[in-house]
């Protein structure tokens, strides 16, 4: 029966199915010029790429390491509470350009004649070592023989209770955690530290400065970096690519020139790895909730259609979320 | 996602959302679904809207501003702001560009990239959470998903094209209600046809045909057979037919109306004379006295249901057909009041 009653209604319909896309048949039709074009740039591009002939007028200045800060805002704060005796943390995701402002700053302090040290994360004693040797402390003794770690954290405590300098430990994260809890010490010194870390965790140094978080870059400064990224790689990018590869930057600057070293490479990817995805599986289950109180009004207004249309969409939405919910969570490995 | 896919999958959204058919509204429809990738010249949108798209894409990423709800809202907002323009004479076509746009941006929730729902907010929200589930532009997945929409839509144009879902659905679950809900709907202008499979009360022989409503009786029906004999359809025991599956069709074009007539002691056929016309069908309710009961020759068939009573003197008629009335009732003289209930069929449309 329900076959048959399918069937029957074969009535108007196709008529104005034919009608309806023979319209949007008529809208289809430049499409059909249109892969060529867009096969064609990727590959074209990679060509020209290569041997970086300066032909087209984008490339007019291939060679313009034009650097600019974005975080202007962040840099003078940043400069403001060290400048104020107070050490703090930046803390923020992979690539959002934490080194590049602690280049800016210490570049900034060392123009004004002050000492400052950096540091990435190595062995303990290594870090101590080269903390000691920026700060022009004293390594070893006269006898040439190095301090032992416990003594260079003497030392350099004791530089700090005469001298202002500062102290810039980048990722340190991946210090560990004795190491971390020396600089917890040495805060109370008069120690000045600019600590970065992606992603720290609520613990020891970490909880005991203040911190501040970078934000993702505006819109207009990561297509500035892509443009500028592009012109550095003799890529000639037209904007809509521009548009379609900030897709993948998510305000990321290290992203946004990661997507423009895979169109470089000819790379087809499609998704991206910033954190700004948020998954809307949580939406079907409110209309799905929606649909039920349309269900609830349909049947207490005695209106057939609601009650039926909201039947279905409640019995749809619910049965998604449901599968969404139980779909395996995304892999946080590189992998296809 | 293709263009194939967003066209299809507004359509779809437009057709169920206005309950329509119409290729205008549906095309409308589709063409919005395409105009949220206005923000990239090399779409179709942005072919067609060149200035839009050159400076959206030196701007805003792809699938950025123009694929959230502020964009819906502006959308929303030029459509029905023109239709108040143009006195309302586009509402519908409208209603399918907001439809059709907010369900063209949507779609691509579910891409890899997915889209700035909230813009200016930059999060971007995806559908499934787990990328490896996402559909790729131009994937196989997406060729299988839109061939799958593509029977969906038919489907969906099809049922909107011969009168919606609710018809579909009462014709396939076949219960009275749901010819009632047609019969109360279209029964003022329409004849309504009823296709009843059923069993005969009498003797429980099977019924299978094609009958014309002349009243609804709540849960039962006054049908009339192509023969011209009335029965009563229902679940009830005093009906003729007891039906099983019952749907319903609009047949041609009809206008009911219902007369009074009052009998002093007159003759019944010259006054019933002049509603005794071609294409018409009128039958009788109410009740008379006539002065020579004994006279009458009329013989109830059991099979039918008893539009005409006689008890004394008395004539009790319930949808009793105009002809058999004025043969067997010719040179009656009656007094009482009669309802008069006339069905102008005009044959212009052949259902």
């Known amino acids: 029966m329900a076959i048959s009653a399918i069937i029957a209604v074969n009535g108007v319909a196709p008529v104005s199915f034919v009608a309806a896309f023979c319209g949007g048949a008529l809208v289809f039709m430049p499409r059909t010029s249109s892969p060529k074009t867009s096969t064609q740039t990727p590959s074209s591009t990679n060509e020209q790429a290569i041997p970086s002939e300066p032909e087209s007028e984008v490339i007019e200045t291939p060679v313009v390491p034009s650097f600019r800060l974005y975080r202007q805002n962040e840099l003078r704060r940043i400069l403001a509470s060290l400048l104020a005796n107070s050490s703090i943390l930046v803390a923020g995701e992979e690539g959002s350009g934490k080194s590049v402002l602690a280049n800016a700053v210490m570049e900034k302090l060392k123009n004004d004649g002050f000492t400052v040290a950096y540091i990435e994360p190595t062995t303990p004693k290594q870090m101590l070592l080269q903390i000691a040797e920026q700060l022009g402390v004293e390594t070893g003794s006269l006898e040439g023989r190095t301090y032992t770690a416990e003594r260079l954290k003497i030392e350099i405590a004791e530089f700090f209770q005469e001298n202002i300098a500062f102290v810039v430990i980048d990722d340190c994260q991946n210090c560990d955690a004795r190491f971390r809890l020396w600089l917890k010490q040495l805060k109370k010194t008069r120690a000045l530290m600019l600590l970065l870390a992606t992603n720290p965790p609520k613990t020891d140094v970490f909880s005991n400065i203040p911190s501040m978080t970078l934000k993702q870059l505006p819109e207009y400064a990561i297509r500035e970096i892509m443009e500028q990224a592009a012109i550095e790689r003799g890529l000639n990018l037209k904007n809509s690519d521009l548009a379609q590869l900030q897709e993948r930057a998510g305000g990321n600057p290290m992203l946004a020139i990661r997507a423009i070293d895979e169109e470089y490479l000819g790379l087809d990817i499609e998704a991206a790895d910033h954190n700004r995805y948020v998954d809307s599986s949580p939406l079907i289950l409110i209309a799905g909730v929606a649909c039920i109180v349309l269900r609830v009004l349909g049947m207490s207004t005695h209106s057939h259609a609601l009650y039926l249309i909201s039947g279905i969409g409640a019995a749809l939405c619910m049965g998604l979320s449901r599968l969404l919910y139980h779909l395996p969570k995304e892999s946080r490995r590189i992998r296809r | ?351």
Not at chain 2, 31 to 47: E, H, K, N, Q, Y
Not at chain 2, 61 to 80: K, N, Q
Not at chain 2, 138 to 153: F, H, K
């Open chain 2, 1 to 351: 996602m293709m263009s194939w896919t967003h066209m299809v999958v507004s359509a779809i959204a437009t057709s169920l959302i206005l309950e329509t058919a119409d290729p205008v509204t549906l095309t409308v429809g589709a063409i919005a679904g395409l105009l949220p990738d206005v923000d990239i010249s090399t779409s179709i949108a942005g072919r067609v809207l060149p200035w839009l798209s050159n400076w959206l894409e030196r701007r805003f990423p792809h699938r950025s501003c123009t694929h959230s709800f502020v964009a819906s809202t502006v959308v929303g907002v030029f459509a029905y702001g023109s239709t108040l323009l143009t006195e309302r004479n586009f509402l519908q076509v409208a209603h399918a560009l907001t439809i059709g746009y907010f369900f063209g941006w949507l779609l691509d929730m579910f891409t890899k990239t997915g889209v700035e729902m909230f813009w200016p907010a930059t999060e971007r929200y995806v559908c499934p959470g787990n990328r490896k589930f996402r559909i790729k532009t131009g994937s196989s997945v997406e060729y299988t998903l839109l061939i799958l929409l593509i029977a969906i839509a038919l489907l969906v144009f099809n049922i909107n094209a011969s009168g919606g879902l609710m018809r579909q659905f009462n014709r396939l679950i076949a219960l009275p209600s749901g010819v009632e809900e047609l019969y109360n709907q279209s029964g003022a202008t329409h004849l309504i046809l009823t296709h009843i499979k059923g069993i005969r009360n009498i003797d429980r022989g099977k019924i299978l045909g094609d009958f014309t409503i002349i009243e609804s009786l709540g849960e039962s029906f006054i049908v009339q057979s192509q023969e011209g004999k009335i029965y009563k359809v229902g679940l009830d025991s005093n009906s003729q037919i007891i039906s099983e599956q019952i749907t319903a069709d609009i047949g041609p074009t009809a206008t009911t109306h219902v007369e009074t007539l009052t009998f002093d002691d007159e003759e019944l056929t010259s006054k019933l004379e002049q509603f005794n016309r071609e294409g018409a069908k009128v039958f009788l309710s109410g009740q008379v006295s006539i002065d020579d009961a004994d006279e009458v020759q009329y013989i109830a068939d059991p099979y039918e249901f008893p539009f005409i009573k006689i008890s004394g003197s008395s004539l009790n008629l319930e949808n009793a057909p105009l002809m058999t009335v004025m043969n067997y009732f010719s040179n009656q003289y009656a007094t009482g009041q009669l309802e008069i209930k006339i069905i102008n069929i005009q044959n212009t449309s052949n259902a």
